[in-house]
């Protein structure tokens, strides 16, 4: 009778071993799933921040050219008219 009242304890232990196993195996489960979830949406706000970054920085460069190239064309201009001037002061 002990016996079976020993084995009778040992598989309630092990019963109750198990569950707790399968009770923490689902939360971990659960917790790997959350934080999946929130490193695939912070994911999509870098992509999405990158991609605003990338279209910022095509106008930037866009911008930079043509105020160099606004540049040029004043250096242009007016070493034209101080070319301009200078003709015109001989003549007088």
Same mark, same amino acid.
């Given at each position: ?13 092990? /019963? ?18 959350? /934080? ?13 921040t990158n991609r605003q970054l990338a ?23 007016l070493a034209t008219m101080s070319h301009? /001037? ?7």
């Amino acid at each position: 009778m002990a016996v079976l009242g020993l084995l009778g304890l040992t598989l309630d232990t092990y /019963r109750w071993k198990a569950e707790q196993y399968r009770t923490r195996q689902r939360r971990l489960k659960q917790a790997v799933e959350q /934080r999946t979830a929130e490193l695939r949406e912070e994911k999509e706000r870098v992509e999405a921040t990158n991609r605003q970054l990338a279209e910022t920085n095509t106008a930037l460069d866009l911008a930079r050219t043509e105020a160099f190239a606004a540049a040029q064309a004043k250096s242009e201009f007016l070493a034209t008219m101080s070319h301009v /001037r200078s003709a015109l002061r001989s003549t007088a």
